[in-house]
């Protein structure tokens, strides 16, 4: 519940509406939101105006939910004493967006900035779901620096076909290979894709969606046990009321994310992401939120904090089950509560709720024990992002959680070698050319090849692809080989289940070591000491460094070209670059506009 408003306010949105020293400026803005029927009463009130920043559209079908969402949201803040502001968001659609939706997060985040600035809102619902709405609106946020609160949409109820659970994105990688090994036809293959989706919210797996999510309830962005609750539950639409009268309450209080984004608060993200399986993309997008919050991360802290963390949800891909499953277990604040009891939390911290974590998680302890393991009997003992460098790359991880059994007799166990393997190379310059030659034979590729994929970053792709998970060789995985070593300077799905090297730093296209290896070459991979190097002199690499690097494809729009020459690297959350600067820029007002 909000505390009563005893101390007003003079807001933002007075200096449009109700600003004495330039009545005829008032006049000028009063006058066309009056033209739908608000008051300039309302608008003169004194009352906080609360944006909500809405993701949902016909082409986000992910976050198409917040359609229906906001109208309870706006319940919510009128009956809390506010003035909602609904307002459109540039669409972010993972599965369908070419050539990649990570090119759009730093766009809609460009765009969240400018309307937060530049118009009169005081506090925001952010409304998300889809992997990058959350990580460019928290962005958004912290840059601005007004009330912020996030509203997840949620995931899609549980997937099912021949009596087995399907998990979207899950079901796709595991359907291509048995496309592939000849099992399935088409048809087949697209029944399993739909089963996968069942209902309106965004993917039911601990994919980068879920993740990324449970990441806005971790850092305490959001109400707590938001993240987890399934899009057509009716327990969404209470959260949206809750959420829109919290809003105002964090309004009055000025409770802003510069004192909520805090480092505790991410180094407690990284713990969670550990706990929950979550994806590999939580590295670059928490790295982007924290960068623009003005808080020191550093590529250490994955495995500083984050890597002896066990594995607690049996949740796919990692473990077994989805969603709807996960959200009866208790969700997030479950996980977090497991976490608090073993002192691995920084609880302390206040959170949207206007509580502490540490009250928030009180009584949360979860009954579901096959679906959230105790701490002390975790699913996997260790499950955070190992941090691999070498001479062919300054960054990169692999996700621990999801290594399997047949991976790790395979490529982890040899006597004496133990987490040590080396691999030939076979290397392919983007999607296009991998998907062009992975069955052609004169590659000879085995189980002891290594795949490894370039041009795939921030600047190469543009926008770094979700490539890097490819599957073996048709004839290899009718052999039952269905997992070999990938490494490269994109990302993969955070629904895959693959231990994949990637988010490499320095990418291929400004001269990181991949752009240098060939074909052939042999790479070593010490788990134990967090090296992966290719195996060649450094005469020869000198002599390959002479030869330049793989041509990049030319930009197709401005944006993109815009994009390539602002955006740094994975390591450090392929930020924008010139905008880590501006922090906080709602406390200055801008120019009036005649």
């Known amino acids: 519940m909000n505390k009563p408003h005893a101390t007003p306010r003079r807001f933002r949105s007075q200096d449009w509406f109700d600003n004495p020293d330039h009545i005829d400026m008032t006049a000028l803005y009063l006058e066309r939101f009056m033209n739908y029927g608000i008051t300039a009463e309302e608008l003169r009130s004194g009352r906080p105006i609360i944006g909500i920043a809405q993701s949902g559209s016909d082409i986000s079908p992910c976050n198409r939910i917040h359609l229906e969402l906001a109208k309870r949201v706006r319940d919510g803040i009128r009956d809390a004493g506010g003035i909602p502001m609904e307002f459109p968001l540039h669409p972010i659609f993972e599965n369908c967006r070419r050539p990649t939706a990570a090119i759009d997060r730093n766009l809609a985040y460009l765009g ?35 009330p912020a609160i996030v509203l997840s949409g949620g995931p899609m109820l549980d997937g099912w076909m021949d009596g087995e659970l399907v998990g979207s994105g ?49 850092l305490g962005m959001s109400l707590t046990g938001c993240s987890a609750i399934p899009a057509p539950y009716r327990e969404r639409g209470q959260m949206a009321y809750e959420t829109g009268r919290r809003i105002v309450g964090m309004a009055y209080e000025d ?9 505790e608060a991410f180094l407690d993200a990284i713990v969670v992401n550990a706990a929950i399986g979550g994806s590999t993309n939580a590295q670059p997008h928490i790295m982007a939120m924290a960068r623009h919050a003005g808080v020191e991360l550093h590529s250490e802290d994955w495995m ?4 002896d963390v066990p594995l607690l ?68 003992e260790r499950a955070g992002f190992l941090v691999l460098k070498g001479n062919l790359f300054d960054f990169a991880i692999m996700k621990t959680s999801v ?5 790790r007799e395979r490529y982890l166990s040899t006597p004496g070698q133990e987490n040590i393997f080396e691999c030939r190379a076979v290397v392919f310059d983007g999607s296009d050319d991998y998907h062009a030659r992975i069955n052609d034979p004169a590659l000879q590729i085995d189980e002891n090849t290594l795949l490894a994929i370039r041009g795939a970053g921030p600047v190469g792709w543009p926008g770094s692809a979700e490539v890097v998970n490819m599957q073996p060789p048709d004839a290899l995985i009718k052999r039952g080989v269905s997992t070999l070593p990938t490494l490269g300077d994109g990302r993969q799905s955070g ?71 602002t955006v740094g690297q994975l390591e450090t959350g392929a930020c924008m670059e010139l905008a880590l600067k501006y922090q906080g820029v709602a406390q200055t007002l801008p120019r009036h506009n005649h």
């Open 313 to 380: 949800l049996n949740m796919q891909p990692a473990g077994k089950y989805l969603g709807e499953r996960f959200h009866r277990a208790g969700g997030v604040p479950a996980i977090m509560w497991e976490l608090q009891q073993a002192g691995k939390l920084r609880a302390g911290r206040i959170t949207a709720t206007g509580k502490t974590m540490a009250e928030n998680l009180e009584g949360r302890a979860s009954n579901d024990r096959e679906m959230i393991y105790p701490f002390s009997a975790p699913l996997r």
């Open 170 to 218: 899950s079901a796709i990688w595991k359907g291509r290979k048995l496309l592939s090994a000849g099992s399935i036809d088409n048809e087949k293959f697209l029944e399993i894709a739909a089963a996968s989706a069942p209902s309106s919210g965004h993917c039911n797996t601990m994919g980068t969606a879920s993740t990324m999510n449970a990441m806005a309830e971790a």
């Open 304 to 307: 500083k904090y984050g890597y």
């Open 403 to 407: 290594i399997s059994e047949t991976f």
């Open 495 to 565: 629904t895959s289940d693959s231990p994949s090297i990637l988010n490499a730093s320095p990418e291929s296209a400004v001269g990181g070591g991949l752009a240098y290896l060939r074909d052939g070459d042999r790479v070593r991979i010490d788990l134990n000491t967090g090296q992966c190097n290719m195996l060649i002199s450094e005469e020869e690499l000198a002599r390959r460094k002479g030869e330049g690097i793989p041509p990049v494809p030319p930009s197709q729009t401005p944006w993109q070209e815009i994009y390539r020459s």
């Open 255 to 263: 409770l802003r994310p510069s004192a909520i984004l805090t480092r």
């Open 112 to 146: 969240l900035v400018e309307i937060l600035h530049g118009y009169p809102i005081d506090a925001v619902v952010l409304t998300t779901g889809c992997d990058k709405t959350t990580p460019s609106q928290i962005m958004a946020a912290a840059t601005v620096d007004i």
